[in-house]
């Protein structure tokens, strides 16, 4: 764009769908949604670090992201929380202090 830099709010869906050269990914402030299968298939994919901002992440978009191990979300509304579902297997999942038990019961 010219050297402009550019405010992103959503990750489009299917945006990064198979890519294996992803392996680790910082969504910045102001993204408010991830759509559907937006990473499915990263297999590479290691670290995700999801911001406050965020409030939706859509279906399957961390599908096929088996060699993910760490799982970092700023995210400290109980919204958010209930209503985002990630099936970690693996995953170290780190949250902001006095939110570790509304993580859990999700």
Not at 51 to 64: H, M, R, Y
Request: proline share 2%; glycine share 6%.
């Amino acid at each position: 764009l010219n050297d402009k830099e550019c405010d992103v709010f959503a990750i489009e869906k299917a945006v990064f769908f198979g890519n294996t050269n992803v392996k680790a990914v910082k969504i910045e402030k102001n993204v408010v949604t991830i759509g559907d299968i937006a990473f499915k298939g990263c297999s590479n994919l290691r670290k995700i670090e999801f911001p406050s901002t965020l409030k939706s992440i859509g279906e399957n978009a961390f599908d096929g992201c088996d060699n993910l191990t760490e799982v970092v979300s700023n995210s400290d509304k109980k919204y958010f929380i209930a209503n985002n579902k990630l099936s970690l297997t693996s995953a170290t999942l780190y949250v902001p202090n006095g939110t570790q038990s509304w993580y859990k019961d999700a």
